[in-house]
Structure formats: structure tokens, C-alpha cells
């Protein structure tokens, strides 16, 4: 091995056990990355696509600095099979990548250019989602991105010795199970930790009674991978209505915001089969519906009137906050025409 080889590596190790001795001060200089893509929009040329690559290199910086301290602390959150674990990997890379894919191929290739990656896009997108909805049986919800930042305050070395009874005595087993009736998850009364030690969490049920569960929580099941389909194929639904009917027609406007009215209410309809982090994605995707105010044509028509007034209202009125008024009205048309687009799921 060449020494620059040998260099880079040791380097690399080094900044390894850096970054997992350290993650309060990374996530300084993450935040610091972040927040300079909102400075470097609008100071120079082609300010659009820069401000989009060092965004997109900030959360894949995070993306990968998460990944080492997550194998340092030997806490895997995902415990999926290697195929849902690199396609979670391989959506959450592109989720992060995306704008600045269609911005660059509009520079580059111009308006067809960027309509064919936008395509492209979500053509695979829509592939990935539907392998981990349809065949991956611990994904009722894909979430976005589809491996989520890491809670890195909760990180900590875990104690083998405590708890040793408890682990004990789950011998391998489940800890719960599920009732038949209800489909209610119950821990079984010798699998239970110390109360000091114990984390409020569901217990964990083995495959097989999965099949015990009843009919009602099995067909709710059904729903909930219906509505998910629904909201993977809307993004293709809504290209397709821009294709035939225009770019800001408002029928591909109403197809997109029924199709993602029909998804939430499948949703919430079958809310007891999901678990606690899929409800809060179904929150997230609830109040991402106000966006729907943000995007064409609803905004060109009702909505960009009411900011400007709000704004300069805000400016006018409250003091040393009119310039921060008269940048984020500057800001709006770009930020309005480069992310409140409809096929971004």
C-alpha cells in the first residue's frame, strides 16, 4: 500500500474517532455548513445550484457522520434486512440530492434536461418505495427521508451488566404478545426490567404472532399499504396531469391534492395497526399539506398577495425588521418555483 494511501487512512481514522468522541461539536460545524447554503443564495453566480450542492453535502455529511456514530455506540436503529437497508440508504441519498440534480441539469441541458431527470427521478423513487412498502413487512410508512437524522442526545454506551436477569429471561423469545381481540401488544410478566431501567417502549412481538392478530387489525393492515400507494404513486399522477393539462393547470393541482386527501384518510382511518414513529410521520405529512397554499396556481393567485402584504406589514410596523421582511419577499419567487413543486414527495 502506497504511503498516501496509508496516510489518507489514517486520517480517515482519526476523523472516526473524532466524530464519535464528539457529536455535540459536530453538530456545530454541521449546523454552520447548513446555514451557509442560506448565505451563499443570491451572492453569486449560479447561486441556486451552489446554495443546493453545499446543502446537500451538509446533510450528507450528517447522513455519514450519524452512520459512524451509530456503529461507535453500537446503536442500529434499523435492524432490517441488507436490501431494505440499502435501498432506505440509497432514497435517503437521493431524497438529499434531488433539487440539486434538477437544478444542474437545467444548467447544463436546460428545460428538457431538468423535466427528464425530474422523471427519471421519480421513476425510481416510486420503484424503491414500493419494493420496501410491498415487501418488507416491518415498513407500513416510508418516512422522508426514509432513514431520519439521529437522535444523538440518546446515544450512549449501553451497560451489558444491567438488566442481566431480564435478559435472561427473554432467552432469545419475544417480550409481548399480541392479544386476540383487541390486537393490543402486552408484555409478558418475566420479561420485564428493572424499573429503573425500563424505556416505556412496546415490547417486541416474534413473527408468528403476527398471524394471531385479528381480522380487523390484519384488514387495516391492508388499507394502511393501499394509502401508501397511493401517496408513492402521486407524484407519477400528478407529472402525467402536468404533461396533458399544463404545468399550472389547476386540474393537476386538484388531482394531486385529492389523491394526497385520499392517503390521509386511509390513514387515519387505520391509525391503531401503525406505531408510534409512523404517526409521526403521518403528522408530518398532514401539515406538509399546507404547502398546497405555496404552489402553483393557488399561489399565483390567492396566496402571493396575502405574504406581501403580511410582510410588509411586519416591516412596516415592527421596528429592525424590515430588511429581513424585504429578503425573505426577494427570496419567496425563488424558493416558491425551486421546492414547492407537487411531484416532490
Request: with cysteine.
Amino acid at each position: 500500500m502506497s504511503s498516501s494511501l496509508l496516510e489518507l487512512q489514517n486520517l480517515y481514522e482519526r476523523y472516526v474517532k473524532w466524530v464519535s468522541g464528539n457529536p455535540s461539536a459536530l453538530g456545530d460545524v454541521e449546523l454552520t455548513i447548513k446555514w451557509l447554503s442560506y448565505f451563499v443564495a443570491g451572492k453569486i453566480n449560479n447561486s441556486s445550484a451552489v446554495s443546493e450542492l453545499v446543502y446537500s453535502l451538509s446533510n450528507l455529511l450528517v447522513f455519514f457522520n450519524d452512520r459512524i456514530i451509530e456503529k461507535a455506540h453500537k446503536k442500529v436503529v434499523d435492524n432490517t434486512r441488507t436490501l431494505d437497508r440499502r435501498l432506505k440508504v440509497f432514497l435517503t441519498t437521493l431524497d438529499y440530492c434531488e433539487v440539486f440534480i434538477e437544478l444542474s441539469a437545467h444548467k447544463v441541458w436546460g428545460t428538457r434536461g431538468r423535466w427528464f431527470f425530474i422523471i427519471v427521478i421519480q421513476i425510481v423513487k416510486c420503484i424503491c418505495r414500493l419494493i420496501l412498502t410491498l415487501y418488507c413487512p416491518s415498513t407500513k410508512i416510508v418516512t422522508n427521508p426514509p432513514i431520519p437524522a439521529l437522535n444523538r442526545k440518546t446515544v450512549s454506551e449501553p451497560n451489558p451488566h444491567a438488566n442481566a436477569s431480564f435478559h435472561d429471561n427473554l432467552g432469545g423469545e419475544s417480550s409481548g404478545i399480541v392479544l386476540k381481540r383487541s390486537g393490543r401488544v402486552m408484555r409478558k410478566v418475566n420479561c420485564s426490567p428493572s424499573l429503573m431501567s425500563r424505556s416505556w417502549k412496546l415490547p417486541s412481538v416474534d413473527d408468528g404472532q403476527n398471524f394471531e392478530t385479528s381480522q380487523p387489525v390484519q384488514y387495516g393492515g391492508k388499507l394502511v399499504k393501499s394509502a401508501e400507494v397511493i401517496y408513492i404513486f402521486k407524484p407519477l399522477v400528478h407529472l402525467a396531469c402536468m404533461k396533458r393539462f399544463g404545468t399550472k393547470s389547476w386540474t393537476s393541482y386538484l388531482v394531486a391534492l385529492a389523491l394526497d386527501s385520499a392517503s390521509l384518510r386511509l390513514y387515519y382511518k387505520n391509525r391503531v395497526v401503525l406505531s408510534k414513529d409512523q404517526r409521526v410521520e403521518l403528522s408530518r405529512r398532514c401539515v406538509a399539506m399546507l404547502l398546497y397554499l405555496l404552489r402553483s396556481p393557488f399561489y399565483d393567485r390567492y396566496t402571493r398577495e396575502k405574504i406581501a402584504v403580511l410582510l410588509n406589514g411586519i416591516g412596516n410596523n415592527v421596528p429592525l425588521t424590515g430588511s429581513i421582511a424585504r429578503l425573505i419577499l426577494s427570496y419567496i419567487p425563488h424558493w416558491q418555483e425551486t421546492y414547492f413543486y407537487m411531484w416532490s414527495t
